[in-house]
């Protein structure tokens, strides 16, 4: 009985590697990659009603894990969101394909300036439509910590908040803190800076309450830190939940990123890509997804319409002098990120 089912079960087996997991393709599908919590899950729905085309939706937590994703091709994405640096490398790799931006008329919302920063990655903007950006901080509670403080990461390092930190579960954000602590770039691969970002951040363990990532910003509201790294928007929710909390951007310097979105090689269906991407950038559907996700916008037409108090907070739209201090990430070589993650194990495991 298996010897006469083998033959037919491999030929089954090579088909569905050859058509992609779910047999058949489907024209009328779209599939999308994205960060967890990074979009209001009713707009899906809505799209499908209005297009009529199906949406696979998937999730992932950090930039890294993201690149790991797609790189492994169990999945053939028609479009994705991720980080700058990421998309760099990916562009640089040649698994990006340039936006027909013809055919996504409401990328008019979209502010210029926005489109200078987005040719640190993206060097023509052939191939990203930005979606977020912002910064990376400290989120405090100021019935805990003195403000004065916080203008500078060592606060971080300092023994009196022991157990009442929480940073960033990611390893390019949090060596770029010891990094700019430690007066270089967040970009370097000299090892021995590397080394001395790791000493750092081992000499602070003991102190961490935990590495987080989408929880930090409730934990934060909920009083169970002090401190926390954390990027600007997270840092705009939590304030919304809790009128005891300030954000800060430390004099030393910090990352500013933007979350773009980009057709990778894999797409089979670009017409539903772009015609998602134009979705994106109308007004009431930008709106909805600032709403629900608090990070600084570059749609226009969205900003024009926030109240003026929302307009000036610069926890959500850092002003000019802020984004002059930071820098984007840059993506590493194989060698340098290989030697990353032995670092971040080694923080991990200590």
């Avoid at 562009?91 to 502010?111: L, M, R, S």
């Avoid at 300092?158 to 602590?181: F, P």
């Avoid at 979350?259 to 998602?276: G, M, Q, V, Y």
Wanted: charged fraction near 25%.
């Amino acid at each position: 009985m298996k010897k006469r089912l083998f033959a037919p079960l491999l030929f089954i087996c090579l088909a569905i590697m050859l058509t992609g997991c779910s047999g058949k393709d489907d024209p009328n599908t779209v599939t999308i990659l994205n960060y967890g919590k990074y979009f209001e899950p009713g707009l899906l729905d809505q799209f499908e009603e209005e297009t009529g085309i199906t949406v696979k939706y998937e999730e992932y937590e950090s930039p890294e894990e993201m690149y790991a994703k797609y790189k492994a091709g169990s999945i053939r994405y028609d479009v994705a969101c991720t980080s700058d640096y990421i998309i760099q490398k990916l562009i640089q790799e040649g698994e990006t394909v340039e936006i027909d931006f013809d055919n996504i008329p409401e990328f008019a919302n979209i502010d210029e300036k926005y489109l200078e920063y987005c040719k640190n990655f993206d060097a023509e903007n052939r191939y990203t439509l930005p979606y977020f950006f912002g910064t990376v901080g400290i989120l405090y509670n100021t019935t805990m910590v003195d403000p004065a403080e916080t203008d500078t990461w060592n606060v971080l390092w300092d023994k009196k908040y022991s157990g009442q930190i929480i940073m960033e579960n990611s390893v390019r954000d949090t060596y770029m803190v010891a990094q700019k602590l430690l007066g270089v770039s967040c970009n370097t691969t000299d090892r021995d800076v590397l080394d001395r970002s790791l000493d750092l951040l081992l000499e602070q363990k003991p102190l961490v309450y935990s590495y987080l990532s989408d929880e930090t910003a409730d934990w934060m509201a909920a009083g169970n830190a002090a401190l926390a790294e954390v990027y600007s928007g997270e840092a705009a929710y939590a304030q919304s939940l809790n009128s005891d909390l300030a954000f800060s951007v430390p004099k030393e310097g910090s990352n500013m990123w933007v979350d773009a979105w980009f057709i990778p090689k894999t797409c089979r269906h670009k017409k539903n890509a772009e015609l998602f991407l134009n979705y994106l950038c109308r007004e009431d559907v930008a709106m909805t997804n600032f709403d629900y996700v608090y990070y600084a916008t570059p749609n226009k037409a969205v900003f024009d319409q926030l109240d003026e108090e929302t307009q000036q907070d610069e926890t959500i739209f850092p002003d000019e002098k802020t984004l002059n201090n930071c820098e984007f990430f840059q993506p590493l070589d194989e060698i340098t990120t290989n030697y990353y993650t032995e670092l971040w194990e080694a923080l991990k495991a200590y």
